[in-house]
């Protein structure tokens, strides 16, 4: 059984930090991309960041670019995610997600292999 559990999320104060974590299992993890999404209340889900976990390659959205990092743990088959400087447009419910494509992880299409069910963030101002 295919899964990707997320764990991290919480309420911080605005300027904080975070990080997530996303295990995956029962898939060959070393020949997938895992990304996170989030979703804000009212507004439709985004890709924000990447990790292609063969060659490490990284994809960051604009508006995460420098205070997202993201990492994996190959041999704990983890990739955390990360998060400084915390403003409240960053609440929202953050999902894990893989595919074998990496595109199809920072594109808005949603058309990904495996979904994780999410873990809350809540920015306070």
């Known amino acids: 059984e295919v899964q990707l559990v997320e764990s991290g999320g919480g309420l911080v104060q605005a300027g904080g930090s975070l990080r997530l974590s996303c295990v995956a299992s029962g898939f060959a993890f070393d020949e997938y991309a895992i990304g996170w999404f989030r979703q804000a209340p009212g507004k439709e889900r985004e890709g924000i960041s990447c990790i292609d976990i063969s060659d490490g390659g990284t994809y960051y959205r604009s508006s995460v670019k420098g205070r997202f990092t993201i990492s994996s743990d190959n041999a704990k088959n983890t990739v955390y995610l990360q998060m400084v400087n915390l403003n409240s447009d960053d609440t929202a419910v953050y999902y894990c997600?893989?595919?074998?494509?990496?595109?199809?992880?920072?594109?808005?299409?949603?058309?990904?292999?495996?979904w994780g069910k999410g873990t809350l963030v809540t920015v306070s101002s």
């Open positions: 997600a893989a595919d074998r494509r990496p595109k199809a992880l920072y594109t808005d299409s949603l058309i990904v292999e495996y």
